[in-house]
C-alpha cells in the first residue's frame, strides 16, 4: 500500500517501477532513492563499507510504503555488478530505472597524483557506470524500456584543478551517456545526465571557509545547491514526462558553469 506521501500523485509517477542507485547510502544517492520512493517507486541501493548507513537508508525507504533493499557491492567488479543486478531482477522481478551515482574523490594537483590515485577514481566512477549500464542493457532491451541516469558533475564540463582524475570520469560519465543513449533509443530506453554544481554533502562540508567562500562566489545565485535538487531532476527523467529527452547533460548548478 502506499503511504500518503505519494498517493495521488499524478506527476512524475514512478508507482510499480523499480530502481537501483549505486552509493544509495547517504548524500546525493539517498536524496535520489528517497524521492524515488517518495513517488511510489520500490529501491534498491548499493554501497560499499557503509552497512549502518545503508541499513538506516533502507528502514526510511520501506517507511514510506515500497519494497526496499540495501546490498553491498563494489560497482568497479565487473563479474559482481553483473551478478547483483541478476539477483535484484529475480528479487524484485523488473528493473526499470538505473542511476550510475557511486563516485570517489582522490584530489590533488597532477604533479603530486599518483598513478593509484588515477585508476582508483577511474574504475569507480567511470568503470563502475559501465559496468552498472553493461549489467541492465540486455534487460532493458528485452522489455523496450528503462531510464538510465548518470551523475556527471560540472566538472567533467569545465575540468578543475586538483581533480585531474574525477574531471576526467566525469566527462567520461557524459561520453557513455550519450553514446548508449544513440545505442538503445530505438528500444525506448533514455539514458541522460546530471550535472551537478556545488551541492551540500559531507564532501563540501568538510572544505576550509576559504574554499567554500571561493566556490560561491562563483555561483550567480549565491547559494550551495541540496541534494534534493539532484534529486528532483532524477524524479523527472525518471518519469514519463521525460520520455522524449535523452543525451542530453543537464546542469543543476545555480548558473556555475553556464
Known amino acids: 500500500m502506499l503511504s500518503n506521501e505519494h498517493q495521488g500523485n499524478t506527476m512524475f509517477e514512478l508507482t510499480g517501477k523499480t530502481a537501483i542507485v549505486t552509493g544509495g547510502s547517504r548524500g546525493i544517492g539517498k ?137 576526467s570520469a566525469k566527462a567520461g560519465m557524459i561520453g557513455l551517456t550519450k553514446s548508449v543513449a544513440k545505442e538503445l533509443g530505438s528500444r525506448n530506453v533514455t539514458v541522460n545526465a546530471i550535472a551537478p554544481g556545488f551541492i ?8 576550509s571557509e576559504q574554499a567554500r567562500e571561493a566556490s560561491l562566489a562563483l555561483i550567480p545565485m549565491k547559494r550551495i545547491g541540496q541534494v534534493e535538487d539532484i534529486a528532483n531532476t532524477a524524479a523527472f527523467l525518471a518519469s514519463d514526462e521525460a520520455a522524449y529527452i535523452t543525451g542530453e547533460v543537464i546542469r543543476v548548478d545555480g548558473g556555475m558553469a553556464m
Open 31 to 167: 536524496a535520489i532513492a528517497l524521492k524515488f520512493a517518495d513517488l511510489g517507486a520500490n529501491v534498491a541501493i548499493m554501497h560499499v563499507g557503509d552497512g549502518d548507513n545503508a541499513a538506516a537508508t533502507k528502514q526510511e525507504l520501506e517507511a514510506k510504503g515500497v519494497k526496499a533493499a540495501a546490498y553491498e557491492c563494489d560497482v568497479s567488479d565487473f563479474e559482481a555488478s553483473a551478478a547483483l543486478v541478476k539477483q535484484i531482477i529475480e528479487e524484485f522481478g523488473e528493473v526499470h530505472i538505473l542511476v550510475n551515482n557511486a563516485g570517489i574523490i582522490r584530489d590533488g594537483l597532477m604533479l603530486s597524483m599518483k598513478e593509484s590515485e588515477f585508476d582508483a577514481v577511474i574504475k569507480v566512477n567511470l568503470k563502475g557506470a559501465f559496468n552498472m549500464t553493461k549489467a541492465v542493457y540486455q534487460h532493458f532491451m528485452r522489455k523496450r524500456r528503462g531510464r538510465i541516469i548518470n551523475i556527471s558533475s560540472i566538472v567533467g564540463l569545465t575540468g578543475n584543478v586538483g581533480q585531474t582524475n574525477y574531471a
Open 200 to 207: 551540500k554533502t559531507d564532501m563540501t562540508d568538510s572544505m
